[in-house]
């Protein structure tokens, strides 16, 4: 049976540093020029209009999310102004071709689902077994005791803004351009107006909407006044953005713990004054007001910031009962991880809140990939799937990958994208160098105007850290994708490195060099013959105690790879061999999933043409086009 994974995960650490965050903020909004308003969406708006999906299913894909400053307005009426403001655009029919997909995926969810409750696998008493043990081993993983924080800034540009100009306060105000904003006040969300939308669509919701450009530089600024106050409080932090962050303030706290307290948990009372008085420091050393949420785990803390908002805080007690009766009643979107797409698809198996995902875990654990039920599972328990004493994000040696992303201005030649390419290259050895990592995988991440993602990778058994070395798989790579056939008029680019490894620690083949030097040095003159089968003495298989003597003795030596005992003549080429595998193996699975992506991304792009055959909607893939600037909103 086929399963389904779901789009994204519960938020994990960012891959960029602090300053590549806010450089890619900073870029993003620069790549959404003023001048790309107005008829900038499609001059052929009537061409579709008849075959516009104007249906619910595409006005709940394209409609405005919660957020915090837009309870009580008409989210009906607004929508429906989004979605005829879009018409036309490479976007909405890219959207329409999605919409068909998504809506294919959850009929054969539907279809999956009559299947499994005729064959009664609902019902499967050993499944509800398992299940309930993953839940109890879950359970036993618990951990009540850390204190969790999530600081989010209230719409931190706003008000920033109006903090400097007075002028504006009380006033609808969006900060960004007309192709862009990146955040807007409460007064402006009244109106539907919110970050991430295009401002000439924000205009139409709101048309006396104040639009302010953006101060970047002022914004950093105010940032690290903010990071200075939460470091006092947890040094390990992590910065999500320039105005939201997480910390772990276990530590901090233990200072006020009585020596005869027993308690496994944080005393809530406790924290809610520490986190108070985070807030009161912010708001000194930056005139701002800041939103906090605490409890047990870092997805309880993010769903708490939201809850009294702006210039407030919001706490859970940490025990079990308290989470789960948190938790129970929750939409599933309220989820980090579970988007639009995801959520459509828990509801076609009657799925809409954290109990509901209790109710029905064996019909979930049969249609989704164990990856995604597990983490449906973990979430709605509302236990965290991996913490450490030092906080969330560690930037030890365990990190498995950095990457640097960047949206750009349409790009469609070979020098401009090669240039482009040679510039993330630059600012991923930055990264690296910062960390002192090294990585074996290197891969490509291209976005067309027309919204198609694809990738390409390339996997070595040596070390990539420098710049010439990343360049020298970088360029090929994006030649390939050049060379393909491809539409290669791009809107985002991104170069990220894998299986990283820490520079300046002995390497495995190092040791290995002075291992057989020393043995050799040792082992001179001493020699005995021995029947070997692949380098490995067949009388070993025994295990006798003649085998330990003759190892004794020298004429046999471990393998400081496999740990097996090696003729000493053979040792140098079986630790090649050992060395070998795990690379050569590496490099086959790399090539499977290059072949498997290849496959995918061709029955992809013919679904595709056959959608929009079947909407009559033209393919405009090849064809010029104005830029579209709404792909963030609705993604």
Request: include cysteine; glycine fraction near 6%.
């Amino acid at each position: 049976m086929e399963v389904y994974d779901i789009e994204g995960d519960i938020d994990e650490p960012n891959n960029w540093s602090d300053d590549e965050e806010h450089q890619k903020e900073e870029e993003w909004m620069k790549s959404f020029g003023d001048n790309d308003h107005g008829n900038h969406v499609g001059e052929d708006t009537s061409q579709n209009a008849g075959n516009d999906a104007e249906g619910s299913e595409m006005l709940t894909r394209m409609a405005l999310a919660t957020k915090a400053g837009m309870e009580g307005i008409d989210k009906d009426k607004a929508n429906k102004i989004i979605h005829e403001a879009s018409k036309g655009s490479r976007f909405f029919t890219n959207q329409q071709v999605r919409d068909a997909q998504n809506s294919e995926k959850v009929n054969e969810i539907k279809r999956k689902l009559v299947q499994i409750r005729e064959r009664k696998e609902d019902k499967s008493p050993s499944l509800l077994k398992v299940i309930d043990a993953q839940i109890s081993g879950l359970e036993r993983s618990r951990d009540l005791s850390r204190c969790f924080v999530h600081v989010d800034m209230d719409m931190f540009y706003a008000a920033v803004e109006e903090r400097d100009n007075p002028s504006l306060v009380g006033k609808p105000v969006g900060v960004g351009g007309m192709g862009m904003l990146c955040t807007s006040n409460y007064e402006a969300r009244q109106f539907g107006v919110r970050a991430a939308m295009p401002g000439y669509i924000a205009k139409k919701l709101c048309p006396h909407l104040i639009i302010v450009p953006t101060r970047f530089s002022v914004y950093r600024a105010e940032s690290k006044k903010v990071k200075a106050v939460l470091a006092e409080y947890d040094p390990n932090f992590s910065a999500m953005s320039l105005d939201e962050a997480y910390l772990d303030i276990t530590n901090y706290m233990q200072q006020f713990r009585d020596e005869n307290d027993e308690s496994t948990t944080y005393n809530e009372i406790k924290a809610n004054e520490v986190v108070e008085e985070i807030r009161k420091k912010i708001q000194e050393a930056t005139r701002l007001t800041a939103s906090a949420g605490i409890g047990p785990a870092r997805m309880i803390a993010k769903i708490c910031s939201d809850y009294n908002k702006p210039n407030g805080q919001y706490s859970i007690t940490p025990t079990k009962k308290a989470v789960l009766d948190f938790l129970g009643p929750l939409s599933v979107s309220k989820i980090s991880g579970i988007g639009k797409v995801t959520k459509r698809m828990l509801e076609a198996v009657g799925v809409k809140t954290c109990n509901d995902i209790l109710k029905e875990r064996v019909v979930l654990s049969l249609l989704f990939s164990e990856k995604s039920f597990n983490f449906f599972l973990a979430a709605s328990l509302g236990i965290q799937r991996s913490s450490s004493s030092g906080g969330f994000f560690s930037a030890g040696s365990n990190r498995k990958s950095m990457s640097v992303e960047r949206t750009f201005r349409e790009l469609s030649r070979k020098v401009d994208l090669e240039e482009k390419c040679l510039d993330l290259c630059r600012k991923l050895v930055a990264d690296l160098a910062k960390g002192q990592f090294g990585g074996h995988t290197l891969t490509l991440k291209i976005k067309t105007v027309d919204f198609d993602v694809r990738s390409r990778a390339v996997s070595v058994p040596h070390l990539l850290s420098t710049h010439d070395e990343i360049v020298a798989h970088a360029l090929p790579l994006l030649e390939k994708e050049w060379n393909s056939g491809l539409p290669m008029r791009l809107r985002l680019m991104g170069i990220r490195l894998s299986s990283l490894q820490k520079l300046g620690q002995t390497s495995q083949q190092t040791k290995i060099q002075v291992f057989l030097s020393e043995t050799q040095a040792q082992n001179v003159g001493k020699k005995e013959k021995v029947d070997y089968k692949h380098g490995h003495p067949r009388h070993l298989e025994n295990g006798s105690e003649r085998d330990r003597n003759l190892a004794d003795k020298g004429n046999l030596v471990t393998c400081p790879v496999c740990s097996k005992p090696i003729s000493q003549d053979l040792i140098e080429q079986h630790v090649d061999t050992c060395l070998n595998k795990q690379a050569v193996r590496e490099i086959l699975s790399q090539d499977k999933r290059k072949r498997e992506h290849d496959e995918e991304r061709k029955q992809s792009l013919k679904k595709k043409k056959s959608s929009l055959k079947q909407a009559n909607i033209p393919d405009t893939k090849s064809k010029p086009g104005k830029i579209v600037t709404i792909n963030s909103f609705f993604s």
